[in-house]
């Protein structure tokens, strides 16, 4: 599984947020999300495959963290996105500050 499937799925992604508070154990997660201990560990398992989190056992416990380097790739793909949202964003500040300070409000 890639990263791209791995944050394609809504639970994982909630997951991965909640690891970049710092490392957390399966019934934390459980909480947070609310969702079965069978799932989160599905969803666990699914992310440690795609690199996206390690495990640290001690004892009983097993801490799960937030691997943020292969999100590098999905980083990447999408900064050409990013850029064009940008220059979308400018024009639209140009437009703005181009419309006379007194212009009535027009509303739908």
Do not use: C, K
């Not at 795609?50 to 416990?61: I, N, S, T």
């Amino acid at each position: 599984m890639n990263v791209f499937e791995a944050v394609v799925e809504p639970r994982r992604r909630q997951i991965l947020d909640e690891l970049r508070g710092g490392e957390r154990v399966v019934s934390d997660l459980v909480d947070a999300l609310g969702v079965a201990q069978p799932s989160v560990s599905q969803h666990l398992r699914t992310l440690r495959t795609a690199g996206l989190v390690d495990v640290r056992p001690e004892g009983r416990l097993r801490w799960y963290r937030l691997r943020p380097a292969p999100l590098a790739e999905l980083d990447a793909w999408l900064l050409p996105y990013r850029e064009a949202w940008a220059d979308t964003f400018d024009a639209l500040a140009d437009h703005l500050d181009s419309l006379p300070a007194d212009a009535p409000e027009e509303h739908p």
